[in-house]
């Protein structure tokens, strides 16, 4: 390939001849009027993302158990003040049943509860404080 250049005007010349670069091109009327395709209309920026919101985590110490055997669920409660109680939630068909199980968060942010349960099956299972809820976790209950 060979280049040239003479006062301004750049042409390629060799294989890639008819590529030719002659700046920009003058203005019209028509393009003095509208803004250039490039333009882009002023935005304002985008909002600081939200701060995450409290969250709880579920954990069970066995996946299977007999009926009435203890087991435990445990997991950390991020964002909630010690203290807070962490209640135990069940399925029973369509709905979610609070359980009388409940016990208050660590200053660590998290809790710990021994759980028993007669529902033979498998048992849908979270824990809930106030509008937190946790993931569901699943104990099969056997007979």
Do not use: D
């Amino acid at each position: 390939m060979k280049y040239v250049s003479t006062a301004g005007l750049v042409a390629l010349t060799g294989l890639a001849a008819g590529v030719l670069f002659l700046g920009p091109a003058p203005a019209t009327a028509s393009a003095a009027t509208r803004p250039p395709a490039h333009a882009v209309a002023p935005t304002t920026p985008p909002p600081p993302p939200a701060a995450p919101g409290p969250s709880l985590t579920a954990n069970v110490s066995a996946s299977s158990v007999r009926t009435a055997e203890e087991f435990r669920i445990h997991g950390e409660a991020r964002g909630l003040p010690a203290g807070t109680p962490v209640t135990l939630q069940q399925r029973q068909g369509a709905v979610w049943v609070t359980l009388p199980a409940t016990v208050g968060t660590t200053p660590r942010g998290t809790y710990s509860m021994r759980v028993r349960l007669a529902y033979q099956g498998r048992n849908a299972l979270r824990m809930s404080a106030g509008e937190t809820l946790s993931p569901v976790v699943y104990v099969t209950v056997l007979p």
